[in-house]
């Protein structure tokens, strides 16, 4: 006589149960919730550029032109949760240029106002143009300023909360700032 296979002890449907399983687990554990970030760059002293911002030393994203501070002035970018894949970085490498009123000057006569925009030549004095702005680099330690505390706090009201990273140029220098801000309110 033949023996009938029960459902539940197919290959198939065991895979299925305890995929779905090792998913739900994963997704409950309270420490690796995927928590929301913005960046704000701004600007403290003169305009600047934004050429690099590269946490982990992995191509970050680039604001470009950056002229002021927040609310006139200033970059915002926004990310999901769950947007990056390396989880929270340990440094980040910062290239800029700064603006000075020479270099615009010279900026408006040479580049801004000709008609053969894009030509051979042209291309030649834009990069003759952007060697002579000054250029710095600075790479950040982040490990003490987003901390584990400040991750923490996030994820508690992981929902409602994001992390705000605050990048401010003052010209020569660059000063970072993190804090748990809370964009919605609780129903």
């Not at 399983?21 to 970030?37: F, N, Q, V, W, Y």
């Not at 790479?139 to 996030?154: A, G, H, K, N, Y």
Request: charged share 25%; net charge neutral.
């Amino acid at each position: 006589m033949a023996q009938a296979t029960l459902w539940f002890r197919h290959p198939i449907f065991r895979t299925l149960i305890m995929g779905l399983l090792a998913i739900l687990l994963t997704s409950c554990r309270h420490d690796e919730k995927p928590i929301g970030m913005s960046l704000l760059f701004q600007s403290a002293g003169m305009d600047v550029g934004v050429r690099r911002f590269d946490p982990d030393g992995i191509r970050g994203p680039v604001p470009g032109a950056v002229g002021g501070v927040y609310p006139r002035g200033g970059k915002i970018m926004s990310f999901m949760p769950g947007d990056s894949k390396h989880g929270m970085p340990k440094f980040v490498e910062v290239e800029w240029i700064v603006s000075d009123p020479a270099t615009d000057e010279w900026w408006e006569k040479n580049i801004t106002n000709r008609t053969d925009a894009y030509s051979p030549k042209w291309e030649k004095d834009y990069q003759e143009a952007i060697s002579k702005v000054p250029r710095y680099t600075k790479r950040i330690d982040l490990t003490s300023i987003i901390t584990p505390e400040l991750i923490t706090q996030v994820r508690a009201d992981y929902q409602n909360t994001e992390l705000k990273v605050i990048i401010t140029f003052n010209n020569d220098d660059v000063s970072i700032q993190a804090m748990a801000e809370k964009w919605r309110q609780n129903k």
